[in-house]
């Protein structure tokens, strides 16, 4: 089995913003893919892409297949580029702002909410 480079080329990420990515990506994606939301089958593919981390976590590639799918699922139910960069920024923000518990290896660490 042929190894794969598992790190981005950087000269992409300098060059576009998050806005035109999603732009980039609703385009090839309606192209390759038809109209419609998917959201069972894009959520069914997450589910996989989850077993493919869980067995290999190194691989980049595989963490990003998740992101790339996230975004796919956004823009068809109909959020614009604008609305996801913002939304990926502002939950970040929103995260930054929460408090959390002591992680625990190997278990989800949630907020706490009051």
């Not at 060059?15 to 035109?20: G, L």
């Not at 732009?23 to 959520?43: I, N, P, Q, V, Y």
């Not at 068809?76 to 604008?82: F, L």
Request: aromatic share 8%.
């Amino acid at each position: 089995m042929a190894t794969r480079k598992t790190q981005p080329s950087m000269y992409q990420v300098e060059q576009q913003t998050i806005r035109e990515y999603v732009k980039e990506h609703k385009g090839w994606s309606l192209a390759a893919f038809g109209e419609g939301k998917h959201t069972e089958g894009l959520l069914r593919h997450i589910e996989k892409e989850c077993i493919e981390v869980r067995k290999v976590p190194s691989d980049l590639f595989e963490w990003i297949d998740i992101v790339i799918l996230a975004i796919d699922g956004a823009w068809r139910e109909g959020y614009t580029p604008e609305q996801i960069a913002s939304a990926l920024m502002e939950k970040q923000n929103i995260n930054k702002a929460r408090e959390w518990p002591k992680m625990v290896a190997d278990q989800p660490t949630e907020h706490i909410r009051e």
